[in-house]
């Protein structure tokens, strides 16, 4: 108990010391730069840049991936939103975990062996070229776009709480560096530097949960039962246990749980910047390879967050958790302070910290990758760029992408990076996950039906979150006023109505398109599918 009253009469505005924290970040932020500057010796060619010449170990790209999907999401947001709403945020973590199985057993190999660099290489392999390729690069940047807003405001929410800071004008600042060390690892490093830091960052991630879960269950006599009568008593709420807390309260919010559930389960065999890990590795089996490997260590840390999370609300409290700088974003770290005071919470914020830079790292390079592969090499140039042209190209976009990245991060501050995350998969399950399935999977499947596919998916998903209560109506919105309310679509999380709309357009473009692909393409494709004969050069043609 004595931890409780400590951490409750603690300044929240400021926890530990904030230049003790500094310094561990920076120290941090110097190694893994070191990492970057060796690993950026090898970039010669596009194949270097965007897939680390393929020389990962399927283990060695499982952690990558582990480190790459483990975003701020998993470590800030769904340890804040388990400490707030209990049960039903724990759900973030089961749908997250169960979206593998969707990864592994429908996507992974297929996709190793059917593209090259990027998603629009196996989606355009039978079809159109250019419109597809064009389609695909915007729906990937998208995704990624909203993927980093989260990153941001998770960045902007932490080391705004570890240095006191709670002005906007601060905590855009904090975003903006972020930004720019981002864009520093993605031009320098590129794949390879990006992948050694996702490795680092997904034992340093996982041994710090570890450490914390097993802490907070000694400090309960390695009770569970005890553990969450201890949370239930200090949130004074006792339905912190029970389902429905945050989505039980009517109707409308069951639907949004369901809505919820899908995108989580269906938008990570669709996320870009988790696909195009598995063109980092030789050969089909070490992509299957990597996903058990992503599997068993992503199950291992989603088990952990529920003990940080209740753990959070038995030792801190959801109320000054819900009150701190970074709001729920904060429960992680406070709960490293509670437990050891300002060393622990420094080297667990210094993690979240890493965890934060490498995600951004990896959604930066694959957006940079679609725009100069898909768009500038295979449609401006027709697949032939000159020599060194792509790279160059690629490096240029990563700028552009990191500066839109710090203005949108900074307009989402103060959101639950969890639930922003869930967004940016319930586009990509919408935009993509529809055409990735056709693709591989139907013979018959069409250039129109794969472009209204496509854009109908992603244009329903982003409209629906336009007129949503996540943008505004409430206190909660990104706009933080009720006088401002444009929001007539009930849901919070658009996957129920746009995912099922992204197939049914994909069917009836199809059914409706007079012409017919190339046979023997689509047996090419079916060959190399399976196979994997042919992959490197998927694109050749």
């Not at 899908?262 to 070490?286: C, I, N, Q, S, W």
Request: hydrophobic content about 55%.
């Amino acid at each position: 108990m004595s931890i409780v009253i400590a951490a409750e009469a603690a300044p929240v505005s400021s926890p530990g010391n904030p230049w003790l924290n500094i310094g561990i970040f920076a120290l941090f932020v110097a190694i893994t730069m070191v990492i970057v500057f060796r690993a950026s010796r090898n970039n010669k060619t596009a194949s270097d840049y965007y897939a680390a010449g393929r020389s990962f170990t399927g283990g060695q790209n499982g952690s990558a991936i582990a480190g790459d999907y483990l975003s701020a999401a998993s470590f800030l947001g769904i340890v804040g939103a388990i400490a707030i709403t209990g049960y039903d945020g724990f759900m973030y973590s089961i749908g997250f975990l169960v979206a593998w199985l969707v990864a592994l057993l429908l996507v992974a190999e297929l996709l190793r062996n059917t593209g090259r660099f990027t998603m629009a290489d196996v989606l355009s392999f039978r079809l159109k070229q250019t419109p597809v390729r064009v389609a695909a690069a915007i729906t990937t940047l998208v995704v990624c776009f909203f993927y980093l807003l989260a990153q941001m405001a998770g960045a902007g929410g932490l080391v705004s709480l570890l240095l006191g800071i709670g002005d906007t004008l601060g905590q855009s600042l904090v975003i903006t560096v972020v930004g720019a060390l981002m864009i520093l690892y993605v031009l320098i490093g590129g794949m390879k530097g990006t992948t050694w830091v996702q490795i680092i960052k997904a034992v340093l991630l996982i041994a710090g949960a570890a450490v914390m879960t097993v802490w907070v269950l000694a400090l309960n006599g390695f009770d569970l039962s005890a553990l969450l009568d201890k949370a239930a008593a200090v949130a004074e709420n006792p339905a912190i246990l029970d389902p429905g807390l945050k989505y039980g309260a009517s109707d409308i919010t069951k639907v949004d749980f369901i809505s919820l559930g899908l995108a989580l389960v269906l938008g990570t065999a669709a996320l870009p910047h988790v696909l195009m890990r598995f063109y980092t590795v030789p050969t089909a089996k070490e992509a299957r390879k990597s996903v058990v490997w992503a599997i068993w260590l992503i199950g291992i840390f989603y088990v952990f967050t529920l003990v940080l999370g209740y753990g959070a609300a038995a030792l801190v409290g959801p109320a000054v958790i819900a009150a701190a700088p970074g709001g729920a974003n904060s429960a992680a770290p406070l709960l490293a302070n509670a437990l050891g005071g300002p060393l622990l919470l420094g080297l667990i914020s210094a993690i979240a910290f890493a965890t934060i830079l490498a995600v951004v790292a990896g959604l930066t390079i694959t957006a940079a990758a679609s725009f100069a592969h898909d768009i500038y090499a295979s449609v401006v140039k027709k697949g032939k760029p000159a020599a060194g042209a792509e790279v160059k190209v690629a490096r240029r976009t990563v700028v552009v992408i990191g500066v839109i990245a710090i203005i949108g991060g900074i307009g989402a501050n103060g959101q639950n990076v969890a639930f922003l995350v869930a967004l940016a998969f319930a586009v990509a399950a919408s935009a993509n996950l529809p055409t990735i399935v056709y693709s591989l999977y139907w013979k018959r499947f069409t250039t129109k039906g794969a472009l209204w596919s496509m854009y109908g998916g992603l244009a329903s998903a982003i409209i629906l979150i336009a007129f949503s209560p996540v943008v505004s109506g409430s206190e909660t919105s990104m706009l933080k006023t009720e006088a401002i309310d444009f929001a007539w679509f009930p849901l919070s999380n658009p996957g129920i109505v746009s995912i099922p709309l992204a197939f049914f357009l994909g069917w009836l473009g199809t059914v409706l398109d007079k012409g017919t692909e190339d046979p023997a393409k689509e047996a090419e494709m079916e060959v190399r599918a399976l196979t994997g004969i042919g992959a490197e050069g998927a694109t050749q043609h």
